[in-house]
Each structure stands twice: as C-alpha cells, then as structure tokens.
C-alpha cells in the first residue's frame, strides 16, 4: 500500500511525525516523458462515499445539514441510540435543567430563534428548538433512532472502518461499513457516580442526575443530594420547593455562585425581565433587524469576559470582589455557609455557575448542609466520617461526568490500540478533533474544545466546517486515509499546556476540565481565536494513504478529463463574473477594504 504525505520529494516523515530534512535539489535532471491514464471524470471528482455519524445532539445534527449541503454524493447515516434527538437535551431531564448562557447565543448562526419563552432556556424548550431545527432541513431522513453503536473497528486493507451496530427495538447486532466515521456524542457522555463505599447497598431511591426519573414523587422525603457542580445548583432550589421535602446537601467543594452569563448584555438592552412576552416575542418576528442588534449585543458581550479567564487581570481580580460580595449578601442568614463556600481560587478556576435561588435555597429551614466527608453509604441513608449517620429515602447524585471518555465498547485504530488505551491518562486530540492512530475518524467537541468565555455553538460550528472540508479533500483527492501525525499533536499539546499556565484555570481547584496538571476541556484561547485556527485547515499535519499500490499511480489524478462539472452538467460556466462571487477591493488602497479589516484574509 502507498502511503504518500506532502513532504519534499515525497519523503516519509520519521516515526514521531517530524519532517525530513531538505534535501539539496539535483544539478539537472531526465526530462519526464511518461503519460499517466486520464481519470474520465470533472475535476470537482465527487466520488461516492460512505460516512457514518455518531450521535444526533447539538453536533449530528449540525453534520446532518452541513455535509448534504456542501459535498455531493455521499451515502450519510447517523445512529443515535436515544429515542429522540437532542443529545444531552434530550437525555438530561432534572428539575431545573436548562441553559444558563443566553439562549439567543445557544443557537445555530444560521436559525437564530426569536420565540426563546425566556432568556434562558429550559431543557425542553431547547430540544424543541433542535426538533424544529432537524424537521427544518430534513435532518431525520439521515438518522436511525434506537441504534447503538458497539464496535468500531479499522480496516488497514480496505481503508475502511467495520462499525458494529445493535438495533435497541430488536435485540439485532449487524455489521456496517464506512469511508469516515464522525463521533458527535460529546465529550459529557459518560456519567460518574460518586466513588464511596456502600453505594449500591442504599434500599431508598437512588438516581443521577443524567438519569432523571420522572416518574418518580420526590413530595414529602429525606432527599440526600451529593455534588455542588452546575446539575446540584440547579437541582437542590427546584427540589427544597417540594411539599414536605427535606434537603441534606452533602457539599465538599468551594464554589463560585455568580451573576447570570449575559447580565452586562441585559443592563446594555435594558431588560428588567429574563421571560419574554408574547408581545415582545412577535415584536423580534416582525423586526429582523431589531433582533439581530439584540443578539449581537448578547454575542459581543460573551466574548468579552474573555478577560476574566486571565489569572491576575484586572477583570478576574474585580470579578472575584464582585461574586464574594454577592454570595456573602445572598447567605445572610447562614454567614458560616459564606465562609464555607467562598473560595480562595479565582472565578473560572472550577466552572462559574449562576444558580438562580441556589444559594437562597440553601438558607431555607428544610435543607441542611452537610461539610462532612461521606464515610460509606448504608441501606437507609449514609454514615459521615466524624460517624453521624443521615437517614435518607432518596439520593441524588448530581456528580458529574467523565470528561473526554473513550466509548465503552471496542474502538481500535490503525496502529491496533484501542481509544480506552490511548485515553488512559488523558483524553488527546488535535483541536479537539481526530486523534493519532485512528484515520478518517473526527470528532464533535472533543477534548479542549469547551469555551472558558463566548459561544459555546460557533465552536461546534466551527469543527463542523473544519470536517466537512477534511471529508471532501479525502473525496476529491481519491485519498484512502487521512490521520493526524503525532508530532502534531505533541505540539497541540505542548501549546495547550503553556497556555493555560497564564489562566486563572490553574488554579487551586478541582474541575471536570481539569486532569491532574494539565486542562482537558477548555479551548486554549478565546472564542474568536478558536474561529480563526480552524477557518484554514493545516493539511500538513495530516499523513495521506491512497489505495493504489503502483509506482504509476497519480497523486494527481483527481485532476480528470480537463472539465468541470459545471460545463458537463450545463451550468453557468461565467460565475465567476457574477457580483455574489466577486471580491471588490477598496481604491486608491486596498488595504482599506472592509471586509479583510473586520475579518483577516485567511490562506
């Protein structure tokens, strides 16, 4: 099998990805009189291919318009092995569950939503809003529901990837095959229970937060609830409001309760109300404009707390102020909770959560705080460690996920190592994206891929253009593999770590985006940086096979018959006249043209 990379005469890089050395060029050299075989196609060569998506959250669904969209011929099915679409909106069903950035920035750039019922959005709205989304641009037709994917396997001979699948509404496991393989599970997919003896010995209700049981009457019990991350600050005020309900909330960590995400973008648009009236929702329907000006303030205001996320800034310094007075006014009535939960470490250090009537929550006769370390779990409630026991009919456990995590089921690449094994210290990948070891395999926001400050979504937006232009360079170019090299990595990684030395991420905190010494969840940078790196792919990063195993085979031969697929279809073969495809440049100077001083030109 050929393998053949963009290096200088086609030299192979060496074992850890690096380039070779240049070589000196030959004095003169034979002329070249060999003819290669026409490939009798366009040059645009859309040849077929098979992918297959992983997932139909936020991220699938987004592949599922852009890859019909932009790239022809391609045979594209998406397995989700939930019920519905939606992802973790569609799975994540607790009281209070919700959105707690701007909904009108939760969105895709295209299908911007003015019939948000209120600022932040709550689980159900926000599932709707991606029904709407997928119904909108025929999403489901791609998509099979209530199946799971339990093998994925890659073919070194075939350049393929064997993806085994069970169909959950019959039992049936069959075998598929694909060209490229797109996970959108996301990285909060795995959930952790907490790690405490006697776990599964508890005779009450026991439930995670990713797990909710609807059905279930939290009225009138003993609620235990472990955990003080975004699902707890969500969970513990919706619960205390029960009748008859008494909280235990088993807090171990210092937190940072702060404002909502968006506060300095609703004192510019002066709102006084986070609900929108019905009067205010036709208002936005009727005046693009208007609402356009109203979610660019919310989208500029986002990437402006960038700021905050920078250790010793002046904004992180001011925010830390801010957020201390705010929870010592807000625990009036229990300063020894204030004390307890301010922290030391910087905002941002573990993730910032507003939680609306959390902290008021706490202060309420029916909850209780517990500090105490849980020593073991027991049949009707838990024992601490100073040996007090709590007597329980339910426990919550709103514990988090495990970030990045490996599908549980077999996942081999190329090189024969399974994900769980290259994952085993830490979850890597090249901006978030692909992974050495596995070619024609690209994530949806893989590891350093959450934002610190800004828009969550562009992000996804951002790797979804990223892969569709990595799947029809592999299809245009008649490219069998395409694999990230290690050395690319190594310094993606590199980079990562010398970044976040200068963040307020590193600070004396435990947080799901953080393993040990190094970051694992944030991107390295602002929102627009991350914009900016993955407008222009690097191809150089990336090592190319092609089936073809002859000395004769052309790497260019995708260049066909010498005609595009506009002249042999009868399309407009003068386009490029057209105003729409024209880039007018400013005079006397060019260098004044708006367009490249909003945006830079990008290679």
Known sequence: MATITPTLNNKQPAANGSLPKPETAPASSQPILEASPILEEPVENFRPLRVVVIGAGFSGIYLNIRIP??????????????????????????????????????????????????????????????????????????????????????????????????????????????????????????????????????????????????????????????????????????????????????????????????????????????????????????????????????????????????????????????????????????????????????????????????????????VNVITTHIEKVLPTGVQLTDGMIVELDVLVCATGFDFGAAPKYDFVGSSGIDLKERYKDYPEAYFGMTVDGFPNYFMMLGANTAVGAGSATKILECQGDYIVKCIRKIQKENIGSMEIKPRAIRDWIRHINGYFKRTVFMGDCKSWYRRNDRIIGIWPGSTCHAIETMRSPRWEDYFYTFADESDDYNILGWLGNGVTDIEKSGGDISWYIEPEHLDLPAFPLPEETEKWRKVPFTY
């Not at 001011?318 to 204030?338: D, H, I, S």
């Open 69 to 366: 969209e932009l790239i022809r011929n391609v045979d594209l099915t998406t397995y989700e092995m939930e019920d519905g679409i939606g992802g973790t909106w569609w799975t994540n069903r607790y009281p209070g569950c919700g959105c707690d950035i701007p909904a009108h920035s939760y969105v895709y750039s295209f299908e911007p939503n003015p019939n948000w019922s209120q600022l932040y959005a709550t689980a159900p709205e926000i599932q709707k809003y991606l029904e709407y989304v997928a119904d909108k641009y025929s999403v489901g037709r791609h998509i099979k529901l209530r199946h799971e994917v339990c093998g994925l396997n890659w073919d070194a001979k075939k350049l393929k990837w064997k993806i085994k699948v069970q169909n959950l509404n019959t039992g049936e496991i069959f075998l598929d095959e694909a060209d490229i393989v797109l996970g959108a599970r996301g990285g909060l997919t795995k959930h952790s229970w907490p790690d405490v003896e006697g776990l599964w010995d508890f005779k009450g209700k026991i439930v995670h937060s990713a797990e909710w049981d609807e059905k279930f009457d939290y009225s009138n019990k003993k609620i235990g609830v472990v955990g003080v991350g975004s699902s707890a600050i969500q969970i513990i005020p919706n619960l205390q409001k029960l009748p008859g309900a008494h909280l235990c909330c088993f807090i171990r960590s210092k937190t940072w309760i702060a404002t909502p995400f968006g506060e300095s973008a609703s004192t510019k648009l002066q709102m006084t109300d986070t609900t929108h009236s019905p009067e205010e929702r036709r208002y936005f329907v009727e005046n693009k404009e208007a609402y356009h000006k109203f979610r660019k303030t919310i989208e500029t205001e986002g990437n402006t707390m960038y700021d905050v996320t920078l250790k010793g800034s002046a904004s992180s310094i001011a925010a830390q102020k801010y957020f201390t007075e705010l929870m010592q006014t807000r625990l009036a009535k229990r300063p020894e909770l204030a004390e307890f939960l301010i922290p030391s470490f910087p905002p941002g250090c573990r993730r910032l959560t507003p939680g609306p009537g959390f902290l008021e929550a706490l202060t309420e006769d029916n």
